[in-house]
């Protein structure tokens, strides 16, 4: 049971370049969440989804675009990186909204120069 | 906004000692409080959680305080162990949105 993969582990990028981080979950969980670590600051939350189709913005949105076309996935895209989202991005999942327990991913290492 | 902050950064202990780990919130409307430990290059893992109208819950070697009064969430760890080493988040959820503190790094002396 793989649970929650995160692809890539690791990412430099240069200022102004977009990409996608990856996140699949084989749980058939309905929310799935983005957040960002960064030192001294605990987790952040992004953008969530409470199902298919259904996104919404969190704590932190600006810079962030996100889709849930499926069940499974629930990619972040950054549009034009900036040094300022240099950080540690984990995805999550959970059952169902409001549901304590999440399960979240290995996450992913940017590094934007 | 949402205020989850714990007390100290950092804790040391002897390895069979109890562990208590402390955590301050600020939004009384929470529906659930919540302890994750994230370990050395790993995500999060849930630990425990504790519903807002609940005082104690136990689990296996962890137990939950949540004192509404003073706004207090603690975590107690029982005969620590050195695979407890991590650092320990808290968090609180009303709704969709989760808010976590800043965590605690927990070191298990041998």
């Known amino acids: 049971n793989a649970g929650v993969t995160q692809t890539p582990k690791f990412q430099v990028l240069k200022t102004g370049q977009s990409m996608t981080l990856q996140c699949a979950q084989d749980?058939?969980?309905?929310?799935m969440s983005w957040y960002r670590q960064d030192p001294g600051m605990g987790l952040r939350l992004i953008h969530y989804?409470?199902?298919?189709?259904i996104t919404d913005q969190g704590e932190v949105p600006n810079g962030y675009n996100v889709s849930r076309s499926t069940t499974e996935d629930f990619p972040l895209r950054l549009l034009s990186a900036a040094p300022s989202q240099t950080s540690v991005y984990f995805c999550?999942?959970?059952w169902g909204q409001g549901v304590p327990e999440a399960f979240f991913g290995q996450g992913t290492r940017l590094t934007v120069v | 906004g949402e205020s989850v902050g714990l007390h100290l950064p950092t804790l040391s202990v002897q390895e069979g000692d109890n562990s208590i780990i402390n955590c301050a919130y600020s939004?009384?409307?929470?529906?659930?409080f919540i302890w994750y430990k994230q370990e050395s290059g790993k995500g999060p893992q849930f630990i425990i959680d504790?519903?807002?109208?609940?005082d104690k819950r136990q689990g296996q070697r962890v137990t939950v305080l949540l004192n509404k009064t003073v706004k207090h969430l603690s975590l107690q760890i029982a005969a620590t162990q050195p695979g407890d080493s991590a650092v320990y988040f808290c968090?609180?959820?009303?709704?969709?949105?989760?808010?976590f503190g800043t965590g605690t790094s927990l070191t298990v002396i041998p």
């Open positions: 999550a999942s959970s």
């Open positions: 504790i519903r807002s109208n609940m």
């Open positions: 968090a609180e959820t009303s709704g969709n949105q989760f808010y």
């Open positions: 749980m058939n969980h309905e929310y």
């Open positions: 989804s409470v199902g298919a189709g």
């Open positions: 939004n009384s409307a929470s529906d659930y």
